[in-house]
């Protein structure tokens, strides 16, 4: 073939030309030239960047999510009947954008997978010009995209995440959390479980194998055995399943009388599905009637079940018929624009982008380590789930907990759920340092503006 | 120069140019304008195109010069992956250890699984490797999670050891204290242009990978691929023993992969399973058949191609539509929204099957013999347009 000169000095030249390129870029970080912060907003607008699963298992969550942050843009930019800013108790939102500045935003799809949606935030970041990251409907995301919004420096309000670590060992100073999490859900649960089916049952659980699924799984079974219950088996299913029969028949085979579903959006629609086509919820086993416990509801996932839901006890972060002027403030309003009545993840959603809104007009700038200090230790009310906190030492919102159960009668194909409990907020409080979020080891680092 | 022909030495020049001004090159639209929208100059999507590129060029050393078609390539991808991020948690920040050892993990791997399904050609072949590859994928997946982390994916923590962390060393990845994050952002007008130091990093591997890929096309040892390729019964009477030949391009090849893993995860910290499902083997298949299979520029093209579309067109929203559209009555841009809506967004996938489609049947050689067909055009074109100027004039005189 050719004859070869890869000679010393040949190799050299040719190293020194490709070399000599990148090392003059070791200097400036990200945006250099703007105000020492990443994507430091100029001129009149500001831009968001709202990260949903749009396919995948928790798509019908994502679109609803997408809806939310659409309708809090309009509010934030004074269109519409302003929502909940009229409810909220602090009333720096004036329907002139944030801080003055025009809000738009950009959409980007997570295919509920973590590096899918660490590219569509990154891409959001460098290219868009995003100052805040928010979104998610699965822990697995929403903890991948806080580690990347931590290290390029910019805010991340999460949206639906239900998993203890993303507010416990994997806390991000940078990262806040509205929703509540699986540790709550086993505490407002379990007492209302005992009432209803009794101190001595066995209950066997399925579980969606990643963050989520195992640390709400640890919490349920925590919270229900120190009431009595036992644990006959824990079994792991991938999130990508769409059927569970082969996991529902082995619960047949033992002597659990109640199943517990760790599964969430099209996961629980499925496996419920067929819990109740192997007769579950008919069954009479060791002289009780079967149970069958979702802990983690949500009224999308009741509609795609159907009749399935009836008499199925949950919990949920928030639901549209609660009686408070907030609720009712924002399912009207989302009700007027869509048409339907909005679900728990729109509310957590719209709330986040209310909440970053008022923090950065608090304080002043749109700088992370100012609006991170200014939601750090924030008591607000009127977004719909009565007062509220957002811890400083965790990053997450203490409130209260609703307790759900299918109902029997629906009137209307929205009207699914009937709340059995509201639990107050004093009941699902932990300490920061608590085992399962980390123990004492879980820190939230610093805070990173970018630049 | 370099031991290449002229030819392929201009080649790898143009590659190389291309590489370098690649920032300016593909943000062509001023940062004002509506069309920025379909600017890929930014970091993350440009060090995707180069690092695709090298997961693209050493599939095509496998299947374009041997002809095997391996279905889970992405199974070397994520182990390389994994192994970057391990020496992140292990040893510190520095991306050599790791992608050194995602070399070494991916090329034993591809040993293993290529001495076994090499034993069989043509479609079992296929068929075995996509095996390995899902059985990888479950493994990560669900069985291995203390290893992989499962689901939510392979992360540093900060209660990690990383035994040679220095106090004054980046804590994102660095190669030896140059952060793969850091970008020299240029305004030059209304453009805007990133220069980010992993990019260049990852562009000089892939001119690296790409010189090997062209050394072994015009080899012996390419030749002996090509042989195999062609009629692997002749090669065997002739006294040759071709299954040493395709295990070392199933090994080099499982290397490319492994390096182009490895390299993704030195540029985002974050290996997850999904890496290694039978979706992303199918993508570099489609990836070195859009650009042309058994070329060597093609499977870059083709990988360019894909990511641009991928990351590109899925962020177009309806919002941004009905802006393009505003300037047509309501009703006519409520309907060209409605007909251009299953394409863009989620629909992307649709639009890239159309593509591919479009580029299988209509030029088999995938987007290589588009360029040598327009290549011919003008090359036709230019004395006959020169032709017909002369006879135009005649008359007019």
Redesign the interface.
């Known amino acids: 073939?050719?004859?070869?000169?890869?000679t010393r000095r040949?190799v050299l030249r040719?190293g020194a030309a490709?070399?000599a390129?990148?090392?003059?870029?070791?200097?400036?970080?990200?945006?250099?030239?703007h105000s020492g912060f990443t994507n430091a907003p100029e001129g009149g607008s500001v831009t968001l960047g709202f990260n949903v699963p749009?396919?995948g298992p928790y798509a019908d969550e994502g679109a609803d999510e997408l809806r939310a942050y659409e309708l809090a843009v309009e509010h934030l930019n004074g269109g519409g009947d302003g929502g909940m800013i009229p409810t909220f108790s602090s009333k720096t939102l004036d329907g002139t954008g944030i801080l003055g500045k025009k809000v738009e935003y950009?959409?980007?799809?997570t295919q509920t997978?973590?590096?899918?949606a660490?590219?569509?935030a990154?891409?959001m970041i460098?290219?868009d010009g995003a100052i805040m990251i928010t979104g998610g409907s699965s822990?697995?995301v929403a903890?991948?995209v806080q580690?990347?919004c931590q290290?390029?420096g910019v805010i991340f309000m999460a949206g639906l995440t239900h998993s203890n670590?993303t507010t416990g060992?994997?806390r991000k100073a940078n990262g806040f959390r509205h929703f509540f999490n699986g540790y709550m859900s086993g505490a407002a649960l379990a007492p209302v479980l005992a009432n209803a089916y009794g101190t001595d049952r066995k209950a066997y659980h399925l579980t969606a194998?990643?963050?989520w699924g195992w640390t709400q799984q640890e919490s349920i079974q925590a919270s229900t055995e120190a009431l009595g219950w036992s644990t006959v088996q824990n079994v792991?299913t991938?999130?990508a399943a769409t059927d569970f029969s082969s996991y529902i028949a082995p619960v047949l085979q033992t002597d659990a009388d109640v199943l517990v579903l760790n599964h969430y959006g099209g996961n629980m629609v499925n496996s419920l599905t067929n819990a109740v086509q192997f007769g579950l919820k008919d069954k009479i086993v060791n002289g009780k009637q079967f149970e069958i416990v979702v802990p983690l509801y949500s009224r999308l996932m009741a509609r795609g079940a159907g009749a399935n839901v009836k008499g199925i006890f949950g919990s949920t972060n928030w639901h549209w018929s609660l009686p408070d002027e907030g609720s009712q403030a924002f399912t009207r309003s989302f009700g007027t624009k869509y048409g339907f009545p909005p679900s728990q993840a729109a509310h957590t959603c719209y709330t986040q982008t209310l909440l970053y809104a008022d923090a950065v007009n608090r304080a002043g700038s749109f700088n992370p380590c100012a609006v991170a200090e200014a939601l750090e230790g924030f008591e607000f009310d009127g977004l719909g789930n009565g007062p509220t906190l957002y811890r400083a030492e965790d990053h997450q919102c203490f409130k209260d907990v609703l307790v759900v159960k299918g109902k029997e009668n629906p009137t209307s194909e929205f009207d699914l759920l009937e709340i059995v409990e509201i639990t107050p907020v004093s009941q699902v409080t932990y300490p920061p340092d608590h085992p399962m979020f980390g123990g004492a080891?879980a820190?939230l680092?610093s805070c990173n503006p970018g630049a | 120069?370099?031991?290449?022909?002229t030819k392929?030495f201009v080649l790898l020049l143009v590659v190389?140019v291309l590489c370098?001004f690649a920032p300016v090159l593909l943000n062509p639209f001023p940062e004002t304008s509506d069309l920025a929208q379909f600017?890929a100059g930014?970091?993350?999507?440009m060090q995707?195109f180069v690092i695709f590129g090298i997961f693209a060029i050493g599939f095509n050393i496998l299947f374009g010069l041997t002809g095997y078609l391996s279905f889970g390539h992405a199974a070397f991808l994520g182990v390389g992956s994994y192994s970057v991020v391990w020496m992140f948690k292990l040893l510190n920040y520095n991306i050599v250890p790791g992608l050194l050892l995602s070399l070494v993990v991916s090329g034993l791997f591809a040993l293993a699984i290529g001495y076994v399904s090499l034993r069989r050609s043509g479609i079992y072949f296929s068929i075995l490797t996509l095996a390995f590859a899902q059985m990888s994928f479950a493994l990560a997946?669900?069985v291995l999670?203390p290893i992989t982390n499962?689901?939510?994916?392979l992360?540093v923590?900060?209660?990690d050891p990383q035994y040679l962390q220095g106090d004054s060393a980046p804590n994102?990845p660095h190669l030896f204290?140059?952060?793969m994050?850091?970008?020299?952002?240029v305004?030059f007008g209304p453009w805007l242009w990133?220069?980010?130091?992993g990019y260049?990093?990852c562009a000089?591997v892939m001119?690296i990978a790409f010189y090997l890929a062209i050394r072994i096309f015009?080899?012996?040892f390419g030749m002996m691929l090509r042989a195999v390729k062609s009629n692997q019964q002749r090669m065997r009477y002739t006294g040759l023993n071709p299954r040493p030949y395709t295990l070392a391009a199933f090994v080099i090849s499982g290397m490319y992969a492994g390096l182009a893993g490895g390299l993704m995860a030195s540029m985002?910290p974050?290996a997850?399973a999904?890496?290694m499902q039978w979706t992303a083997s199918g993508e570099v298949v489609l990836m070195t058949i859009l650009g042309g299979t058994g070329t060597l520029i093609g499977p870059v093209l083709g990988a360019g191609l894909i990511k641009y579309l991928e990351?590109i067109l899925?962020?177009i929203?309806d919002n941004i539509l009905h802006q393009w559209f505003a300037f047509m009555p309501d009703g006519l841009e409520d309907f060209l929204v409605a007909i251009v809506h299953p394409f863009i967004?989620?629909g992307w996938h649709l639009t890239l099957g159309l593509v591919f489609m479009a580029v299988v049947i209509f030029l088999p050689g995938g987007l290589v013999e588009g360029g040598q067909r327009i290549g011919r055009l003008f090359g036709r074109k230019k004395p006959a347009e020169a032709e017909a100027k002369a006879a135009a004039k005649t008359p007019a005189e």
């Open positions: 073939m050719s004859k070869s000169d890869l040949g040719a490709g070399l390129t990148p090392t003059i870029f070791s200097g400036a970080v990200w945006a250099a030239s749009q396919t950009v959409t980007g799809d997978k973590s590096d899918a660490r590219a569509s990154k891409s460098e290219k822990s697995g903890v991948a580690g990347l290290e390029a670590d060992k994997d194998d990643y963050t792991l991938p999130l080891e820190s680092g | 120069m370099l031991g290449l022909a392929d190389a370098l600017n930014y970091p993350d999507l995707r997946y669900s999670t499962g689901e939510t994916g992360q923590y900060g209660n994102i204290g140059m952060t994050r850091a970008t020299e952002t305004e990133q220069f980010n130091a260049y990093f000089v001119l015009r080899s012996p985002d974050l997850g999904e890496r990351n899925s962020k929203n967004g989620k």
